[in-house]
């Protein structure tokens, strides 16, 4: 079973400007984590938001988490070619030991 | 630099030949993990290890294995392969069992492709 939905599926934007992708859960979370996958290749972590935590920044990215709507965004800021990729969040389930993916969001940044 | 290597990257296989992935790891972590991703789809966990304790997915089908003969090395055997088992195969890893607060450290992933 899936717990994470991330909306939209796909994203194309323009270079240098902002790109807006969000995930809903079905479960309360101890954690949140989104990763990033370039195609054909591993997923790599960006940024783990807990629980108690509302807003988190690192770099052009910007990540928060509402516990009452059971959701979460990540924001990419000034977006460049590079950012092209997959991003999914992840959060546990049924334990803490695991953690279950999202469907992703798959983002194009055109030049 | 520490990292999570998989090898082969690319792997063919025929229909029913068993077939071995590898993945090893310079970090020291104590759980490594096994994700199958399919086209377009989230990776979906397989089976982890925690030391040397297996923790297998509830629907993870018999036909896959496998196996951790110390820290650094993790097989993924698929016995019999069908089509359907044509994905990435993603290994990761995590220092400890506690993965959620923890970030994943993910190798390049193999691509399985059945003949």
């Known amino acids: 079973s899936q717990q994470g939905e991330e909306d939209p599926q796909a994203l194309s934007i323009q270079e240098g400007e902002n790109a807006t992708m969000n995930c809903s859960y079905k479960?309360?979370?101890?954690?949140l984590q989104w990763y990033r996958q370039n195609s054909g290749r591993g997923l790599v972590h960006l940024i783990l938001?807990?629980?108690?935590?509302r807003e988190k920044h690192s770099g052009r990215l910007r990540v928060t988490l509402d516990t009452s709507k059971k959701s979460s965004s990540l924001l990419i800021t000034a977006s460049r070619a590079a950012d092209t990729a997959s991003y999914f969040c992840?959060?546990?389930?049924?334990?803490?030991?695991?953690?279950?993916f999202g469907s992703g969001t798959r983002l194009s940044i055109r030049p | 630099d520490a990292m999570v290597i998989q090898n082969p990257r690319y792997q063919v296989t025929q229909f029913g030949k068993p077939v071995t992935l590898s993945c090893s790891q310079t970090?020291?972590?104590?759980?490594m993990y096994w994700y199958q991703q399919k086209s377009s789809q989230a990776p979906k966990l397989l089976f982890h290890?925690?030391?040397?304790?297996?923790?297998n997915e509830a629907d993870t089908p018999d036909n896959f294995q496998s196996r951790r003969p110390n820290t650094s090395f993790c097989f993924l055997d698929i016995r019999s392969p069908g089509l359907g088992d044509a994905a990435m195969y993603l290994c990761?890893?995590?220092?400890?069992?506690?993965?959620?607060?923890?970030?994943?450290?993910f190798g390049d992933g193999t691509r399985l492709s059945i003949l």
């Open positions: 290890y925690y030391d040397k304790d297996f923790n």
């Open positions: 970090l020291n972590h104590n759980v």
């Open positions: 992840a959060t546990d389930y049924s334990s803490a030991s695991k953690i279950i």
């Open positions: 479960t309360s979370i101890n954690n």
């Open positions: 990761a890893t995590s220092r400890d069992l506690f993965g959620s607060n923890q970030p994943q450290h």
């Open positions: 938001i807990r629980s108690n935590e």
